[in-house]
Structures are given as structure tokens and as C-alpha cells.
């Protein structure tokens, strides 16, 4: 058990019927390398990758909350704009470069099953993770982006 933290990215398929044939997106889904069975590819409308995922990286979690949940710790899906991305990556840039102001910067939180809360190697090892997360995410400027917990 532990604090587990995703990052979705969300793409959507432009697919209507409206849409002449060579504009239109679509995926195929196997099984086995078979159609899937129970899926109909051309009534997918979103595809959702996991992006990030991080392990009682507690300080970042806090800042999704407090940032993006407004305060609400509720194990839900929410919403991430670029914007928030891009104040989190320059939160997580400024930290790392100046480690002092690490614990003003982004605080650790403590909780049940949500690890250390030292600004140690680890905290510093979120921070590094985040970062790529967030940059690879920031290449695409098309998908919609969403948080998620569970403890």
C-alpha cells in the first residue's frame, strides 16, 4: 500500500462521420493480434495514455492537490491545465537549483502510506522524475491532461 500517482494524457480522435475519409483518425485494437472483440474501433473517441506515474512522491501530490483539487484529497480525477504543468515544472526547476527553498517551495506532506518527508535524495529524485514527466508532456500541445491518486 502507498501513495501511487498517475498522469493521463487524453487525445482525442477526430473521427465523425461528417469528416471526409482521408481527415478521419482512427485506431485499431487486437487482442491476440486479432480484432478486439468487445471493442469497436470506430466508436473510440479518446485515447488515454499514462504519462507519469510516481510512488509516495508526497510533495508533489501535495502541490496537485492544493493546486489543481482545490484542497480536496479525495482519491478523484482532475483536470490539468498546461498552464498548471508549466508552474509546477518551473516550481520543481527552482527547487532543484536552489535546494534551501526546497521545503518552502514544494513542502512535503506527511500521510497515511505516503512516505518519507525528508528533503533527501528521493524528495530530489521526484523532482528530477516530475520534470521529465512534465517536459514530455509540454511536446504536445493537442491532449488534455488529468491527475489521479490512490492510497
Known sequence: MGLDMYLYKKSYLMSGDWMQEEHRESVVI??????????????VKY????????????????????????????CGSY??????LESLLSLCK???????????????QSGFFFGNTEYDEYYFGDLIHTIEIIEDCLSDDDAEFEYHSSW
Open 47 to 74: 485515447i488515454i495514455e499514462e504519462v507519469g506515474y510516481w510512488r509516495k512522491a508526497n510533495a508533489i501530490h501535495k502541490w496537485f492537490v492544493d493546486n489543481v483539487q482545490n484542497g480536496v484529497d479525495d
Open 94 to 108: 527552482t527547487a532543484l537549483e536552489d535546494r534551501d527553498r526546497a521545503s518552502e517551495l514544494l513542502p512535503s
Open 30 to 43: 487486437t487482442k491476440c493480434g486479432e480484432p478486439h472483440p468487445k471493442i469497436k474501433s470506430d466508436r
Open 79 to 84: 483536470r490539468v491545465s498546461i498552464d498548471q
